[in-house]
């Protein structure tokens, strides 16, 4: 009944549109279609349209033929998101590249305040109708906030009561398994379950291989989790009885669909999402097996997250500002707050060790690169509501993630652009001297499109201390 992939075409013969991308220079869209039919998505394509600025996925297409696509998520009962009129963020067009048997593809890379939806579907299980799902997922991307979500969910976007829901959840709420999570499980509203109560499931493993094939499916008193490794292997089965007690059963499903976010738009979660399917009926474990095998044959692997000039773990380096009339300033702090500031050989020492940083390898993603500054060791730049603050580290998840970044080919043509990790969408900006992390375009004073290009645009050079 739906079918949503970024990456490839999930049926032999679909030659048609994947998604669809909205670039930050002048708004206008394309689509993404396979290089051919029932192959990888056309990278290529996204990469030349999108050339020399941003891009967001602004559709995610359904290739069942049902139209039941997905976009941008609405405010809801929980959250009302950050984006114009209260709609939730679109995620980054480049946040999630992979290859497939080789070939190069991006993902969808949910941050939290990110969502997709689509409240008036065609053929999609409602009441206790049975229905199968899956999806494949990244165990490195989540968080334990509500949701992360793919599946059936309320057509208003609120809360409308238990058993409203049959979606996957993937992340580390609730109480899934053994060790700290991510699992599988599934959102049945008011509910995250591994099993047919809401306490741990001793057979529901964390997850721990890279990519992750995620199974939820459910008939009259009856529902099974299944998962394992999407590049390896056979799938598992996690759980299989009866529905949980206290309204979840029957099922009172209501047949919207939505990703990374929960029925009444709770969006606080993060996660990755690369392919998803939801059928009618009870799947067999047989057919899913298949599936399995089919994801498996794709080859999914991950690839860089960088692009541009090189940065070496280890090396010390400043951030020299390309912005026409600042071309005087460097990135350095007072204090915990960055800023841009007029620095030469000839500045004190002091002042030129506070816009020195030493390359660490990514405390939130070994593929990409944390910042420490020289003057104050053990502290790092890190953002927190959206501004760069230097902070000590504290070990936290939360922490190494909110200082993690990606270096990218500078968005201008030159240097570098220093995009944050856990926030795709953004990247390193000063404004009015200070620095975030800004959007292309967005509901803050530093998210301006005028000169963005420039202003996110650093020379990396040899410290200068």
Known sequence: MAAHSTTRALYSSYSGSLYQVKRGSDNTTTNIAPVSAGGVANAAAQDSFCSGTTCLISIIYDQSGHSNHLTQAPPGG??????????????????????????????????????????????????DTAEGMYAVFDSTHYNSACCFDYGNAETNAHDTGNGHMEAIYFGSGGNGGPGSGPWVMADLENGLFSSSTSGSNANDPSQTSRFVTAVVKGEPNQWAIRGGNAASGALSTYWSGVRPSGGYYPMSKEGAILLGIGGDNSDGSQGTFYEGVMVSGYPSDATENSVQANIVAAKYAATSLTSGPALTAGSKVSFHVTTPGYTDRYIAHTGATVNTQVISSSSSAALRQSASWTVVTGLGNSACFSFESVDTPGSYIRHSNYELLVNANDGSKLFHEDATYCPNAGLSGTGNSIRSWSYATRFWRHYNAILYIAANGGPHDFDATAVFNNDVTYLVETSLA
């Open 78 to 127: 929980a959250a009302s998101g950050p984006d114009a009129n209260g709609y939730d963020n679109l995620a980054s067009a480049i946040g999630a590249p992979v290859t497939l048997n080789g070939a190069k593809a991006y993902g969808v890379f949910i941050h939290p305040g990110s969502g997709y939806r689509n409240d008036a579907t065609n053929g999609i299980a409602t009441g």
